[in-house]
């Protein structure tokens, strides 16, 4: 399967531990492309139709549901755990979390 950042997939992040996201849900891939032909795992965001409105979290609609991306929540999963391509943001939402990303982590 061809991974590409910012396509949604379906993830399976079971086993968790403590307040990790659990089970089989949508996630966003926003590790870069190059990466993602290279390397056996794949940077994700989970995302969730039960939230606050964080600041690390871009809330938006997806396949007519309420979501937000948990970017507070940021993982590395064995490509193996990728279920099947769910859809892809689009470039507003994008943009949302490029900034969200950029505001946690840089000073």
Not at 28 to 37: F, G, K, L, T, Y
Not at 50 to 59: E, I, L
Not at 79 to 105: A, C, P
Request: net charge positive; hydrophobic share 35%.
């Amino acid at each position: 399967m061809e991974l590409i950042q910012y396509h949604v997939y379906l993830v399976n992040l079971d086993p968790t531990i403590g307040h990790e996201i659990k089970k089989t849900r949508p996630c966003v891939v926003v590790s870069p492309n190059e990466m993602n032909c290279h390397l056996k795992t794949v940077m994700i965001a989970p995302m969730t139709t039960k939230s606050h409105d964080y600041p690390s979290r871009v809330g938006l609609r997806f396949i007519g549901k309420q979501t937000w991306i948990v970017l507070d929540q940021l993982r590395t999963v064995d490509r193996g755990r990728l279920v099947k391509e769910l859809g892809k943001l689009d470039s507003r939402n994008i943009r949302k979390v490029k900034d969200t990303i950029r505001e946690m982590l840089v000073d």
